[in-house]
């Protein structure tokens, strides 16, 4: 289902997960129906799954149990972008939660868009780098970096650091990517 983010697939998933013992794939389930509902504007009905699905999480044990609390905080941190300081904790502990790169890589694009939008250019760019290191020592620059690149990019312009934003823009520009 195109329409609504895929919201009445994800419902119907849960629908048939059953609720006791609450698994994984209930938890993953809500933390993407929690993701949905932060993109067509319902923060609180984002929070409201992130929460559920955190939970799960936290009964759980393993990397794909971490996974989904880091990805659970994530949506946390985005629903609470209103509240700064909240949704930062939110988006350090997904970062101290994250098992895996992947993981980590997409923690660190909302984080750094939260940050942007905030006006907190400085720890956007320090986010930003860390990802960017992440990403190229993980081989996943070609597919992650570009919008990272972007955010940092964005970030220096504000700061009135031209001459280091146009630099980057000329090595992304020109570098042979693996």
């Not at 895996?100 to 907190?120: C, F, K, M, Q, Y």
């Amino acid at each position: 289902n195109q329409a609504g983010g895929g919201h009445a697939d994800l419902r119907r998933a849960l629908a048939v997960l059953p609720a006791q013992p609450q698994s994984l794939l209930r938890g993953q389930v809500l933390a993407e129906l929690a993701a949905a509902a932060m993109f067509t504007g319902d923060a609180a009905g984002a929070a409201t799954n992130a929460h559920t699905a955190l939970e799960i999480a936290e009964r759980l044990t393993g990397p794909a149990a971490a996974a989904l609390a880091a990805r659970a905080h994530t949506v946390l941190g985005l629903a609470s972008a209103a509240d700064f300081a909240v949704a930062a904790e939110h988006f350090t502990t997904a970062r101290a939660l994250s098992p895996d790169p992947d993981t980590l890589l997409s923690i660190v694009t909302w984080e750094s868009a939260v940050l942007v939008a905030a006006g907190e250019y400085a720890s956007a760019i320090d986010v930003i780098q860390q990802g960017l290191r992440t990403a190229h020592d993980t081989f996943r620059f070609v597919e992650r970096g570009p919008v990272l690149v972007v955010k940092w990019v964005q970030s220096l312009t504000v700061l009135g650091q031209w001459r280091e934003a146009l630099t980057m823009i000329d090595d992304a520009l020109t570098d042979q990517l693996p």
